[in-house]
């Protein structure tokens, strides 16, 4: 027996009930009704008519006024993603910071800045200053030693790529984030739906309840349960749209929007399909993951440094021009090479050592990486076959099941041969399987972004 013939029943009862306790007062009101009707005149229902017309336009406007609120509050998974990209103050606060360290490399490859001494020399006695008789004019300029520059723009080259790996890193962890929050938010206005519309299914056991407990078949204790049971679910509906809000604050947190421009609902359709073979993901993983390209950049960066730190220990060199102007004399011409004498080597020596040490602990990191980029695929398809199989379990069996024993115990509960408790322990078991399954269709959806997130980019 499905619910409308059920609530059909019940009203039949109810029916039946009111006109064995008052069948004379209601044949008399139909009487009298029937005697107004046949004395309305025209002009009466004309106007209520035209009332009539106004109540139906009201509501039509109401409704297209809601259904436009519902549009332009709802977005696509997708719109909710791009948008986070591109306005998340955390992924634009380090591109920008990767594309000001893309300013380095020149810097690293600039030559220092030459350096120009005027000098003035005369007798100490009857000089003139500054207007000298001896005047020289010098120009010096730094040349650093070779290979140094281009080794000092590979580092700069190299700690951009870094950070460009770190702002990718982030942009997949909105990503994630988005995704788990959309699910989970479909997941609750989803069990927000099914949670008001069994308030129908309360109020139809409560009046049959009463009709029972009058025809004196039943205890009253049946209608204030299913009463009490009616303002429990009411407090349930107070949970899930507190979690409704906070997950609305946290997609409006990523888009960068204000509270009160949160997207209402997000269409997230759940992925489909068989979970792809785990060893083809890790090796897919291996190549995309941007933590270990960040791994491998660290290890290459430290190998720059210690070839860096042994160039340190070689002379860097100055050259220089002199123009000298003598009173009475001819004016000369001087070139000047200087060469650094790298005595003090400690401090480079100790330099290289660190470097090398350091390119020791980064390949350490870049192994450790790949391991856990292979758990993390691994784990992340286990969770996507356990969800996917969790919800067919619930759609397939728990469901159905759970309709079945509902009308079974409604059946008999009519019937006298079961108890109220009985018909009312099946609605919560019926209601709490539904909201399961709309629960564990959003961990797939989430199971499918944590496998997204561990392969480095969409399946």
Not at 20 to 25: A, E, I, K, M, V
Not at 146 to 159: M, P, S
Not at 313 to 334: C, N
Request: aromatic fraction near 4%.
């Amino acid at each position: 027996m499905n619910r409308s013939e059920n609530t059909v029943r019940v009203d039949a009862d109810l029916a039946t009930l009111r006109s064995q306790r008052s069948l004379p007062s209601l044949r008399s009101t139909s009487r009298a009704a029937s005697g107004a009707r046949g004395r309305l005149s025209s002009a009466d229902r004309a106007r209520r008519s035209r009332s009539t017309c106004k109540s139906v336009v009201a509501v039509c406007v109401v409704m297209l006024a809601v259904l436009a609120v519902a549009e332009t509050g709802s977005l696509s998974l997708d719109q909710v993603v791009r948008d986070a990209l591109s306005r998340n103050p955390r992924l634009v606060a380090l591109g920008t910071t990767r594309d000001a360290m893309l300013e380095r490399p020149v810097q690293a490859t600039s030559l220092p800045n030459p350096m120009f001494t005027y000098r003035g020399m005369d007798a100490t006695s009857g000089g003139a200053f500054p207007n000298t008789s001896e005047k020289r004019f010098e120009i010096e300029q730094p040349l650093p030693g070779y290979g140094k520059r281009g080794l000092r723009e590979a580092v700069a080259v190299n700690e951009a790529g870094a950070m460009g790996a770190e702002a990718e890193v982030m942009a997949q962890e909105v990503i994630l984030m988005v995704k788990d929050a959309a699910y989970e938010l479909q997941a609750v206005q989803k069990s927000l739906l099914i949670t008001r519309t069994e308030d129908d299914l309360l109020s139809r056991m409560t009046k049959v309840a009463e009709v029972r407990y009058a025809a004196g078949e039943a205890a009253q204790v049946d209608a204030i349960k299913a009463r009490t049971e009616s303002t429990m679910l009411q407090q349930k509906l107070v949970e899930l749209e507190g979690r409704e809000k906070t997950l609305q604050a946290k997609l409006a947190f990523l888009m960068n929007r204000d509270a009160d421009q949160a997207p209402v609902t997000i269409l997230a359709p759940i992925p489909g399909g068989a979970v792809p073979d785990p060893v083809i993901l890790v090796k897919l993983a291996l190549g995309k993951r941007a933590e270990i390209k960040g791994a491998q950049l660290k290890v290459d960066r430290s190998e720059l440094q210690r070839k860096l730190m042994t160039r340190e220990s070689q002379p860097d060199y100055k050259v220089g021009l002199e123009y000298r102007a003598i009173e009475r004399q001819d004016d000369m011409v001087m070139f000047m090479v200087g060469v650094d004498l790298p005595l003090w080597r400690g401090k480079t020596r100790a330099a290289i050592r660190e470097a090398g040490m350091m390119a020791s602990a980064s390949e350490a990191d870049r192994m450790a990486m790949e391991r856990q980029v292979t758990l993390d695929v691994q784990s992340a398809c286990y969770k996507v076959a356990t969800a996917r199989r969790t919800v067919e379990l619930y759609q397939k069996e728990l469901i159905p099941q759970a309709a079945v024993r509902l009308q079974s115990s409604e059946a008999g509960y009519r019937a006298g041969k079961v108890d109220f408790s009985d018909w009312l322990e099946s609605q919560r078991f019926g209601l709490t399987v539904r909201i399961m399954a709309v629960m564990a269709e959003g961990e797939l959806g989430s199971g499918w972004a944590a496998l997204e997130r561990a392969v480095g980019g969409s399946l």
